[in-house]
């Protein structure tokens, strides 16, 4: 397998850390979504990343549709994601929370770095939406006593939700203050501390 796009992306990171996890091989292609646009517009014609090729050619694109694949590599029991509802899909809201709050942290970038003029009106409503995504994390996290987001079981809410503040707090230090998100910023620092959350990192790199 080979996995496109660099650690500095949320999304990317996210599969990076579940196929390691996982303890499937894969090759690392850490090609920049600007500066190699053109060789990855021939794999994925979205220009996005994570693009996941697999041993017999075929292309995954998406986050969500990935990692479903990869757990489809492994038992039932090793999977980081639960199986049955409402276990499955409360955990899928909350990775959707984190993963749009990345969506939001990418657009105000691309917005800011690749406008002219920036508008302010729409970078105000980016920010109110991250901002209040935000806000619903930290009082679901407030709210629990467990060591990992749900429960007692480290899952793929944690790598989301970390993957998402890293990135966050690189490329946006203004919205994600650690004060405002004290539970939400405390688990991503100790998330932050396992061995395969430092291997698969790389500090944030404005697209070039
Ligand atoms: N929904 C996508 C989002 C992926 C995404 O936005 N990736 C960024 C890098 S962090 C990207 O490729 N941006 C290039 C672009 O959208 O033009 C997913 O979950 O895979």
Redesign the pocket.
Known sequence: MILIGQFD???TRRVGITLTLYDIAFEHRPWS?MGDADRLAEINPL????TLILSNGDVL????SIIDYLDSLVTPENRLLPQINPARYRMLKTISVA?GIS?MA?RLFYELRLHDAPSPSYMARITRQAEGALRVLEKERAASGSKYWFDEQFSQADIAVTCMWRHLSESHPAIAVPANYPALSAHAVEMEAQPVFEKISQPFIAPA
Not at 47 to 50: C, E, F, K, M, N
Not at 61 to 64: A, F, L, Q, R
């Open positions: 992306s949320p999304f979504i220009i996005r990343v994570p694109i998406e986050t969500s993963s969506d990418v």
